[in-house]
Nanobody, 122 residues
Framework: QVQLVESGGGLVQAGGSLRLSCLAS????????MAWFRQAPGKEREFIAG????????YYVDSVKGRFTISTDNAKNTVYLQMNSLKPEDTAVYYC???????????????WGQGTQVTVSS
């Protein structure tokens, strides 16, 4: 059984930074791709950033390019999302996901974390 556990969310003022972490556990964890999604109240879940665990260029949704950075530490089975220059519109529950292929489509991912709340005040 694979589990993904996010941490690092919280309340921050506009312009501030947060770093989210997602720890993958389970002896069978071998997913090739990791990603971050977010879901704001009343909105659909949105792809934010994705990366292959072994050697690829990460990719991002336009709204976070230049502000967010996704990275992995394979030795720790952890994926990170560094979020800088946060805006109130970044407020959402953030989810990490793991699957065989990098994709902006949520259906490609087999495993999901429980989510962590990020709130950006103006």
């Amino acid at each position: 059984q694979v589990q993904l556990v996010e941490s690092g969310g919280g309340l921050v003022q506009a312009g501030g930074s947060l770093r989210l972490s997602c720890l993958a556990s389970g002896s069978s964890f071998s997913s090739n791709a990791m990603a971050w999604f977010r879901q704001a109240p009343g909105k659909e879940r949105e792809f934010i950033a994705g990366i292959k665990r072994r050697g690829s260029i990460p990719y991002y949704v336009d709204s976070v390019k230049g502000r967010f950075t996704i990275s992995t530490d394979n030795a720790k089975n952890t994926v990170y999302l560094q979020m800088n220059s946060l805006k109130p519109e970044d407020t959402a529950v953030y989810y990490c996901a793991a699957g065989p292929l990098t994709s902006s489509w949520s259906g490609e991912y087999d495993y999901w974390g429980q989510g962590t709340q990020v709130t950006v005040s103006s």
